[in-house]
């Protein structure tokens, strides 16, 4: 909670003028009941109307007080504690852009996304709710009881009783209430997530005729969401009407005793309608005071999250030098690289050297796991390299500053990721003052252009649940279009044709030469196709993490290795009838 | 910038949400009166007490008769009692009179999502189909656990209050109730502006959501693509168009409260004056002074909650309206009276099929006839029509001109069970279910045993790896089955295929490149699948296409050319064209 504390204490001033209106709203609160004995003393002994009317005047004064004061601090409280929901927020987004890989590789984006916002939802709760009922607790529960004992010791010491049994009601239907919402809602997310798989494999169910099976599961997850909600319902059911009856049970116990010492003489009318008046008011800060202690747990709770986050060190904590040199990229260069992730003793690279020039494309290939992958997360610094494996026109990329450094680079992801935005804002993500023209141009070399005029609304088209839903091929091709926008000086392409028609895939290939040609860019390429691996500079075979062939198509022809193996299947074979038939 | 603005507007309803209602609640008609019973009686019972304390003090304490103080004590014990009891009954059963109401309707939304079109399903998004059978369904679990029943009860209270206060004092109850008119013109300007504020800081808070999402799926773009800042800027953006709707909804709420509580001191300084001097000219006696304060918190704390209430009502109706839209849709795939069922051999033919989607035509008359058990590869460009020919065959949309036969009878008179049942599809994008590997594969069907399983998986050469999963075919695959690889995947699906034997295999091949591996046995699996059967299968690798019997060329919509691979060489037409570019060139280029 240090941030919370901080942040009070950065706000000083405003949160001193919150605690000086409340005290005053309170003190106010007090007085009324005072105000209405006197009223009443005044009918029934005095029956003067004029003092009647100082009565009236009064309880207007201190409605006037109670009304404005809580709008003031409450709007106050609420104000700061969204700002302070903002600035975790904010807090929270940059650092998540900071952070090195690895840590990806151990939180899920759901549970970053919580803490994001059902964690800063139950601080801003504790920020609100928690600190007025704490100074209201506080302050009103003194001050009631004082004044009661005031008006009549012996009655406040029984009236109080069934008060007290609220405390713990309050205190033991937070603390369950808590994890049965928890359960309501994990529930309901699974309803929602067995419509949505239905949907999505539709046509699989209807095809094997299996819709019986799919509506039981619905149906049972339905009837256990029906059961939690039972749960509810019954804590609910006793919850609600206890506190009616508790309070109730205090003007019983108010009117039976007090109208005893009435009747002996022992107290005024008016004290005992006073009375009764403090007991409702002791009835909020009773019950308060249960769940204070649980928003005050879950806050804490929240917080701590919030705060492991902020204080997991950044990708750029991690760097020693951070140099800006100036770099013309001539040359790429992996030196004996072998590299293992940090949680797994596996090493997925071996002794990896290699050397790209200016002008070239390297393509790489292998099976799953062999090991590309991680190649190019390296050479993109998403994880740290080994000291002294990587070089940048012979400057060790260690010492590169890292947002400079990778200024110096273009991708395509292999998952084609999208935003969901308009087709323009995805193409110049990497340079978002591109001109039409620059962007066209992108456009066509992806051979994309052609796709996007069909559509209405051409480039602002949307993409995504709420705009048009585009196929794999053509994903694939707008994120080649976004990384050929930046022109930057090194291409990077994990597997960027894979859902690529043939006819087209040639298309692009030929533009992508073109392409690289004129811009004098080094491209990195991994495919697992013979048509987009054949026409590099240098085609690279990984296996188990170790370089097993090395060299141009003909080259590794030659060599009668994997490559061959692999051309021989996805191209000989067609080739060979092909020349049987003419 | 990024994330668009979503639609600020309220939706507008136009339905009598009880009508639409109303299959679903005449099950429950008990539990409906059950639940009005207790609730109005605890309403009834709370409104007494007020009206015994009066009683206490002007009947007992002012004169001083403590045994009877004591009696009516036990009265008034007795109303807190019963007044808890049925509080409590009415709470339980108005739930479960909302649960079991809310779970039909979901059930029902749900059969109707299981046999809608398939046209209309490509037509609506996912998120909005997903949203109608949860979100909207939850919206009315809403109205009934706390919105209805509360209201009617809200209603009762304020009319069962203003009838004790005229019965305890008109003159008085015409005082306190001149406020009234400034109170409902209060709650119905707050619950519509509350209302509008509410849903654009909520609209908000799901741009932040939507665009945390994004940005933590697509993180290694941003840091290429040297995006951090500029998204930092623009997340602040909308994490302060939050704060700032959220903070104008929460003071506006504040506000809201305080003018009624501001009425209510009103009224009670009113009660004060006006009936102080009504005591004192013997009008009336002391003790209605705390009845009527009283009684104002009975009327005051309804009113407040009136607004919220009003506002579950409509949100409730405005997704009432929308959840009929898909209950009362019939776009359902039609079947005549008396289904034919007869077994089916696989002998399939089309005669002059024409198809379109809307207006553009995808299939024109296409015509062949496909012997039981030939091997059929499609092969075109995208967009050709060749899915469309097996999304025919299942009836997932209806051909609008010429006939489709199996066994020389037209599909649309089979039973579509029966017809869908002796056919199977594998489609591109492989789709595996949360579920064991066991259901995956049987797709929830008992009759399929264990050793049909293994049977199938080991001719398909599956079985190695879903024994080498931790618990074999009891292993849990989560979501779109990510702890398996792609080709893994696909050749479950496969195994799916396979033991469910059917005597038409429609199969979508994959494109996406897997390693050199996987393919063999990919390709092994699909030979394996195909024997034996009618297969159609829309080809895109060449060792598929040479091994089927017969390639049909689809191009625009027309059956191109037919025959095998050999004779469509010679005939060097569309299928040679489409051969060379596809492998010739390139070879050319390279040697």
Known sequence: MKRVIGYIRENKKQYSLILIVLLLVDIAQLGIPLVVRSAINNISQIQEMNQLVVDAAWLLFFALIVVSGRYIYGAMLRNLALSFDYQNQTALYEKYLQLPDSFFHTHEIGDLMSRLSHDTLSIRRFMIMGLISAIDIIFMGIASLVMMIYLSPQLSLIAVLPL????????????????????????????????????????????????????????????????????????????????????????????????????????????????????????????????VVNLYQRAN??????????????????????????????????????????????????????????????????????????????????????????????????????????????????????????????????????????????????????????????????????????????????????ALLVKAPVLILDDPLSAVDPETEEKIVANIKKYLKENSSICLMISHKISSLAWADQIVVLANGNILEKGNHDQLIQQDGYYAYLYNKQFLDGWKELNDDS | MMIPEINNQPEKTQINILKSLYPFLKKHKRLILLASFCLLFSTILTSIQPLLLRSAIDNYIVPSDYPGLVRLSLIFLLLIAGSFLFNYAGTITSFLLAQRTIIDLRFAMFKKLLTLSVAFMGKTPLGVLITRTTNDTENLNELMSSGALQLINNIILLISTVVFLLFLNAKLTVVVLFLLPVVIALIIYF???????????????????????????????????????????????????????????????????????????????????????????????????????????????????????????????????????????????????????????????????????????????????????????????????????????????????????????????????????????????????????????????????????????????????????????????????????????????????????????????????????????????????????????????LSTIINSDRIFVIEKGVLAETGSHHELLKKRGLYYQLYSIQFAQKIEQNI
């Not at chain 1, 992806?446 to 051409?458: P, Q, R, S, W």
């Not at chain 2, 945390?212 to 930092?232: A, H, P, Y």
């Not at chain 2, 099929?353 to 207006?359: E, G, H, M």
């Open chain 1, 301 to 482: 709770i929240s917080m701590k999250r919030i705060e492991e986050i902020l204080q997991t060190p950044s990708a750029f904590a991690l760097q020693k030098i951070k140099l800006k040199p100036s770099i013309e990229v001539h040359n790429i260069c992996f030196k004996n690289l072998t590299f293992s992730y940090p949680e797994t003793q596996k090493t997925v690279l071996k002794n990896i050297s290699l050397n790209v020039n200016k002008n070239e494309i390297v393509a790489l290939t292998g099976l799953t796991g062999s090991g590309k992958t991680t190649l190019i997360s390296l050479l993109l610094r998403f994880w740290e390299n080994p000291p002294d494996t990587i070089y940048l026109d012979k400057i060790n990329i260690e010492t590169i500053e890292l947002d400079y450094y990778r200024k110096f680079f273009s991708y395509v992801s292999q998952d084609s990721f999208l935003f969901s935005t308009t087709i323009k804002e995805n193409i110049t993500f990497g340079k978002p003052d591109a001109t039409m023209e620059e962007i066209l141009e992108a456009s066509r070399l992806a051979e994309l252009h052609n796709d996007i005029e069909i559509f209405d609304k051409g480039y602002d088209t949307l993409i995504g649940e709420r705009g048009v839903t585009l196929s794999g091929g053509q994903k694939q091709r707008l994120s080649l279009a976004r």
């Open chain 1, 164 to 291: 007290i049994i609220l405390i713990f009601i309050t205190r033991y239907v937070s603390k369950h209430i808590f994890g049965i919402f928890k359960k309501i809602q994990q529930t309901f997310g699974s309803i929602t997530s067995s419509v949505r798989e239905t949907l999505v494999g539709m046509k699989v169910i209807r095809t094997f005729t299996r819709e019986n099976y799919y509506f039981q599961r619905f149906s049972d997850l339905c009837s256990s969401y029906l059961k939690i909600n039972m749960n509810l319902a019954k804590l609910m059911g006793v919850f609600h009407p206890s506190i009616a009856m508790l309070i109730s049970l205090t003007t019983l116990i108010v009117y039976l005793i007090g109208g005893k010492l009435v009747i002996d003489n022992v107290i005024t009318l008016g004290n005992m309608i006073a009375f009764s008046q403090y007991i409702q008011t002791l009835s909020w800060p009773m019950m308060a005071f249960g769940f």
């Open chain 2, 191 to 541: 619950s519509k502006t509350l209302r509008q504020a509410y849903l654009i800081s909520r609209n908000n808070l799901t741009r932040i959501n939507i665009y945390m999402q994004e940005n933590l799926s697509g993180i290694s773009l941003i840091k290429v693509f040297s995006r951090k800042e500029l998204n930092t800027k623009f997340f602040k953006q909308i994490a302060s168009d939050y704060k700032q709707s959220m903070y104008n909804a929460l003071r506006k709420d504040i506000m809201f409260r305080q003018l009624i509580n501001f009425s209510s001191y009103i009224s009670q300084i009113a009660v004060i004056l006006y009936g102080g001097y009504m005591v004192m000219t013997g009008e009336t006696t002391i003790g209605t002074i705390p009845a009527f304060l009283a009684y104002l918190t009975h009327f005051y704390n309804p009113l407040r909650d009136l607004g919220e209430r009003f506002n579950i009502i409509q949100n409730a109706a405005a997704s009432m309206t929308k959840i009929a839209t898909i209950l009362d849709n019939d776009d359902t795939v039609p079947e005549i009276d008396q289904p034919v069922k007869t077994e089916i051999q696989g002998n399939i033919s089309f005669e002059k099929v024409c198809f379109r989607y809307d207006t553009q035509w995808v299939l024109k008359e296409v015509s062949f006839d496909i012997q039981k058990g030939e091997k059929i590869a499609i092969v075109g460009p995208t967009g050709a029509g060749k899915s469309t020919i097996m999304n025919l065959l299942l009836r997932f949309y209806d051909f609008e001109k010429g006939c489709i036969k199996i066994d020389g009878v037209d599909i649309r008179d089979y039973e579509l069970k029966h017809l869908r049942s002796n056919m199977a599809i594998v489609l591109q994008d492989v789709f595996i279910f949360k579920d064991t590997i066991r259901n995956n594969i049987t797709m929830g069907n008992k009759d399929i045993s264990d050793e049909a399983i293994i049977k199938a998986a080991k001719h398909l050469n599956a079985w190695d790896f879903i024994l080498n999963q931790p618990r074999g075919l009891d292993s849990e695959l989560t979501v779109e089955g990510t702890n398996l690889s792609h080709g893994q995947k696909q050749l479950l699906t496969f195994v799916r295929t396979l033991v469910h034997n059917p005597k038409i295999l429609l199969l979508d091949e994959a494109t996406s490149s897997v390693d050199t591996q996987t393919e063999k046995l990919i390709q092994q699996g699909i030979e394996k699948l195909m024997h034996g059967r009618t297969s159609i299968v829309i080809a895109h690798r």
